[in-house]
Every structure is written in structure tokens, then in C-alpha cells.
């Protein structure tokens, strides 16, 4: 089992790991100093065990946040997943029904009279003309 000295708070502590382990707790080494950095910025020195706790407890306060924020996330995607599957099932919907409007035979008829009329006036008219 390798054996790694961390620095947290600017002091030195050796601890055991399993082996292929050293990074990551070299990483979760890194974001306790952090912490721990932040502590001996505001408060200064204190004892080892205090500041462990300290920088330990602001860690344990940052987890819990994004833990919540990560139930909010999924409780988010479950109802849209819901509203999905439930547009899913809906099938598409039905086409809708456009009524164009029909020119009535009469008008039809009565309307190619009326051509057929203009046609043979502008033939007259053409005669004369000529």
C-alpha cells in the first residue's frame, strides 16, 4: 500500500493508499488546502485538528450545496422527460379541416357569358376599327 505525503495548511501529512490511487488523493488533498488556505488567510494560525475540521466542514458545506442543486436538476429532467414521453404517447394530431369557399355554378356560367360577350364586342369594335 503506497504511502503519500499531502500538504494541507502548509504542513506535511503522510497517508496510505490504495495503490493507483495517489491522484486522486493528491486532488481531494489539493481542494482540503484550499480550504484550509482560505482559514489561515481569515483566522491565522490555529491547531491542526481545528483547521481540519474547519476546512473539512466548508468541503462537507459545498458537497451538500451541490447536491441539492443536483436533486433540483434531476427532479427538472424527470418532468421533462414526463412531458415528453406524454407528447410522445399524444400520437399526431389530427389535420385541420380548411373549407375554401366554391364559386357557385351560376356565377361560373354567367361570368363566361360575360367573357364570351367582351370577346365578340372587342371583334366588332376590331371590324369597325379596320
Known amino acids: 500500500m503506497p504511502e503519500v505525503t499531502i500538504h494541507i495548511g502548509g504542513r506535511p501529512f503522510s497517508v496510505a493508499c490504495q495503490e493507483g490511487e495517489e491522484s486522486y488523493l493528491h ?3 489539493k ?3 484550499d480550504e484550509a488556505q482560505v482559514l489561515a488567510e481569515q ?11 474547519m476546512a473539512g466542514l466548508m468541503l462537507a458545506d459545498k458537497t451538500a450545496s ?3 442543486r443536483i436533486s433540483e436538476i434531476q427532479s427538472e429532467l424527470a418532468e421533462r422527460e414526463a412531458e415528453l414521453e406524454g407528447l410522445r404517447t399524444m400520437g399526431a394530431p389530427e389535420p385541420e379541416r380548411i373549407e375554401v369557399p366554391v364559386v357557385p355554378q351560376a356565377v361560373t356560367e354567367t ?3 360575360l367573357a364570351a ?3 365578340a364586342l372587342a371583334a366588332d369594335v376590331e371590324e369597325k376599327s379596320v
Not at 43 to 53: C, N, V
Request: glycine residues 4%.
Open 43 to 53: 483566522a491565522g494560525r490555529m491547531p491542526e485538528a481545528r483547521m481540519l475540521l
Open 66 to 68: 451541490i447536491e441539492d
Open 27 to 29: 486532488s481531494a488533498a
Open 117 to 119: 360577350r367582351a370577346e
Open 31 to 33: 481542494m482540503l488546502d
Open 111 to 113: 361570368l363566361a357569358e
